[in-house]
Structure formats: C-alpha cells, structure tokens
C-alpha cells in the first residue's frame, strides 16, 4: 500500500526567506509520481509541481522546487524568496504511476503562514 | 488550460434528502474523473474513480449505494449523496484526467455541503 507523511502540522516563516515543506513516502511501485498541491482558504487544488520516479533531476517550477532523494523516500518542497500570498495549506500526494489516470492518494497537508 | 467545474459551490439540504454534485471539464475531454472529500483541517480523502461509461471503483470504507457516482459522458460524473445525514457534511472536489497528458489532474473547485 502506499503512504505519504507529512510530520509538520504547522510552520511560520519570514516573508521573503526560504521554506522547506517536508514529505517522506512508502511504496513498494518500481513506477510513482509525486505531486505538490496548494490549497488556499477557497478551497480549490493549486497544482504546483511534479516529480516522476525515474526523473533523474529534480523538477523546478518557479519558486518552487523539489528535492527528490528516492533512497530515503523523501520529496520535500522547497519555496525560495516567500511571499504572503503562500500562506496556505500544502498537500504532498503520490499516484501509483505515469498515467492520469492513476489515482493520487494525499498527505495529511502542512498549513504555511508567511509573516510580513 | 484544462478547466474543471463544480455544481454547486454549496448546498444546504435536510437530513434525510439526496443532493447531486456535477462536476464538468468544460475545454477537454475527462476520460477519468476522482471524487474526493475532505473534513475541516483534514485531508483530501479519495472516495471513488469513475470511467466514462462504466462503473465506478470506490475505496474501501466508502458506502457504494449512499454515494452513487455516473459518469455518463466524457464531460460529466455527478455524484448522488442519498438520505444524507450531518455526518456527511463535507467538502466535496473533484478532479479529472485526459489522455495525453501525462500524471496531472485537474481539480474543480469543490462543493460544500451542509446537511442540517
């Protein structure tokens, strides 16, 4: 079965400074995906990155940035130079594979609060 | 972009009464469409998949004949809550997939319901 953790209920950050959201994940799928999800207090699902499992480099959109460690399991998120507009709620979540059609299971989400 | 609508963004019903939820891709064509629903500071739970024309999958712990799910085109799945209750009182989203497109799914902006 596959899991995904996020052991941070809650973090406070300096506008402006860098932010690393923690994820760690179980699978025994040679094949995943990882994903980085924002959701603000409207309540809709802002896709912001992703990660395939045989992605040699890890994948960078903007200010955001993952950083892959398959060994340890790890997918964290890194935000660099925050904003006050980041302050939302973070799912990490994993698919069992490449298609869309695979179902993507979440975290249990860390709530960032950027102050100015 | 890929859009995804929801109908309704919210809904008060009485205890006792069913409620649909429509979920469309408005620009492309959704082979596979998620529902999920998430609890106050909770997670996005996975309820069910559902395929264009065929029936849907749900998850284990999820009562198949309260939350009726059809997908009967590649634009539309609703999902039926029969004889709600206050317990099923939640966020509900869904999200869609379309071939070609590799691992990304894209999210409606989700319904809340509100049975008193």
């Known amino acids: 079965a596959q899991k995904i953790t996020q052991t941070q209920p809650g973090m406070f950050v300096q506008e402006k400074e860098a932010v690393t959201l923690d994820c760690t994940y179980d699978t025994s799928d040679p094949s995943y995906g990882l994903f980085w999800y924002k959701q603000p207090s409207s309540g809709e699902m802002i896709f912001l990155i992703y990660?395939?499992?045989?992605?040699?480099q890890n994948a960078t959109e903007g200010r955001y940035s993952l950083n892959f460690q398959k060994a340890r399991k790890s997918a964290n998120l890194v935000i660099s130079a925050s904003q006050l507009g980041d302050s939302a709620m973070y799912f990490c979540?994993?698919?069992?594979?490449?298609?869309?059609?695979?179902?993507?299971?979440f975290g249990s989400g860390t709530r960032l609060s950027i102050r100015p | 972009g890929a859009v995804v609508s929801q109908h309704p963004s919210w809904v008060i019903c009485k205890s006792g009464t069913s409620v649909k939820i429509e979920c469309r891709s408005l620009?492309?064509?959704?082979?596979?469409m998620f529902w999920y629903r998430q609890f106050p500071k909770q997670s996005l739970m996975l309820m069910a998949t559902?395929?264009?024309?065929?029936?849907?999958?749900?998850e284990q712990g999820v009562e198949k004949d309260k939350f009726l799910i059809n997908h009967a085109s590649l634009t539309l799945s609703t999902l039926t809550v029969t004889s709600a209750h206050p317990e099923d009182s939640s966020f509900y989203i869904c999200?869609?997939?379309?071939?070609?497109?590799?691992?990304?799914?894209?999210f409606g902006p989700g319904t809340r319901l509100t049975v008193t």
């Open positions: 999200s869609a997939s379309r071939d070609r497109v590799p691992y990304e799914q894209y």
């Open positions: 990660q395939g499992s045989y992605d040699q």
């Open positions: 559902s395929n264009e024309g065929s029936k849907a999958t749900y």
């Open positions: 620009d492309f064509q959704a082979t596979t």
């Open positions: 979540a994993m698919s069992g594979g490449y298609s869309s059609a695979s179902k993507i299971i």
